[in-house]
């Protein structure tokens, strides 16, 4: 198994741009989750998936957009970059959400930058 | 509302010592989770520890265990026989079960084990 994969690793992107980062698991895994680190303020969630055509927001849903249209991948969508976006990215997932118990996969993360 | 806070930013130990890293929750959930993640310099987020809190004996995992103090609101890792290997930034976070259960980091704790 590959785990959790994202793509990019690193990303430069001027203000009002858009871009997409990837994120895919081959665990067969019912959640995932996007979160955005930032120094000092640890990881935050922005959106969560429960299963395939499901999605919720988090802490920090502004200027981002997900799907679930698969089980394997869970993109997350910049429509219109800001500065205030330059993070790093981590996407994560577990087998399953119901009991909170599980253990949480995270990819190696994007680091993203805005100017 | 859960919230985690993690109130050392930074902290040293020598190699081969022992070191405790603390952690304070609140949580509104009856049954919930505490993690302790890891985050070396590559980025990837590693779990180190999980404590289920509806049971009172303290998780360990080799040279990592917890100090789970359940009405106290408190969850210490301790790492014994600190190695150089241990140098990270840790996490603290806490989930809740159920639908919407979702992973809440602290702003993590340096560590850094000196030779």
């Known amino acids: 198994n590959a785990g959790v994969t994202q793509t990019p690793k690193f990303q430069v992107l001027k203000t009002g741009q858009s871009m997409t980062l990837q994120c895919a698991q081959d665990m067969n895994h019912e959640y995932m989750s996007w979160y955005r680190q930032d120094p000092g303020m640890g990881l935050r969630l922005i959106h969560y998936s429960v299963g395939a055509g499901i999605t919720d927001q988090g802490e920090v849903p502004n200027g981002y957009n997900v799907s679930r249209s698969t089980t394997e991948d869970f993109p997350l969508r910049l429509l219109s970059a800001a500065p205030s976006q330059t993070s790093v990215y981590f996407c994560a997932s577990s087998y399953t959400f119901w009991t909170g118990k599980e253990t949480q996969y995270f990819g190696p993360g994007t680091r993203l930058l805005v100017l | 509302a859960q919230t985690v806070t993690q109130s050392q930013p930074e902290m040293s130990v020598q190699e081969a010592e022992t070191v405790t890293l603390s952690c304070t929750y609140d949580?509104?959930?009856?049954?919930?989770?505490l993690f302790w993640y890891k985050q070396p310099p590559s980025r990837q987020m590693i779990l180190v520890i999980r404590?289920?809190?509806?049971?009172?004996q303290n998780a360990t995992e080799n040279r990592f265990s917890v100090n789970f103090q359940k009405a106290a609101k408190s969850f210490s890792l301790k790492i014994s026989d600190s190695q150089l290997g241990d140098t990270a930034m840790y996490f603290c976070a806490s989930r809740g079960g159920g639908a919407t259960n979702k992973l809440i980091f602290g702003t993590g704790t340096l560590l850094a084990v000196q030779p």
């Open positions: 949580t509104s959930e009856s049954n919930y989770y």
């Open positions: 404590q289920e809190a509806y049971k009172q």
